[in-house]
Nanobody, 115 residues
Framework: QVQLVESGGGLVQAGGSLRLSCAAS????????MAWYRQPPGKQRELVAQ?????TTVYGDSVKGRFTISRALNTVYLQMNSLKPEDTAVYYC???????????WGPGTQVTVSS
């Protein structure tokens, strides 16, 4: 089993910054990708950023140039700068395990950006 625990969410004013963390534990394995998704109120969950085991990064169009994903061992971070009210959402950590890519999700952390 894999456990993911997010932290770092909260309330911030527009233009501010937040840093999310996600610690992975359990049977993680050596080949996995980690990512951040978000789900705004009343909308579908969307990819924010992904980091593969090979170091490739993918960003959603709306966060390019403002958000940065990074990883240290089994913890993945999301540095969010120049936050906008439309970044308000529940942010979820995701891990895809192994070559098959079995998905695991954290419980989510709320990010609220006030205007």
């Amino acid at each position: 089993q894999v456990q993911l625990v997010e932290s770092g969410g909260g309330l911030v004013q527009a233009g501010g910054s937040l840093r999310l963390s996600c610690a992975a534990s359990g049977s993680i394995g050596s080949r996995n990708a980690m990512a951040w998704y978000r789900q705004p109120p009343g909308k579908q969950r969307e990819l924010v950023a992904q980091l593969t085991s090979g170091g490739t990064t993918v960003y959603g169009d709306s966060v390019k140039g403002r958000f940065t994903i990074s990883r240290a061992l089994n913890t993945v971070y999301l540095q969010m700068n120049s936050l906008k009210p439309e970044d308000t959402a529940v942010y979820y950590c995701n891990l895809l395990k192994g070559l098959i890519g079995i998905p695991y999700w954290g419980p989510g952390t709320q990010v609220t950006v006030s205007s």
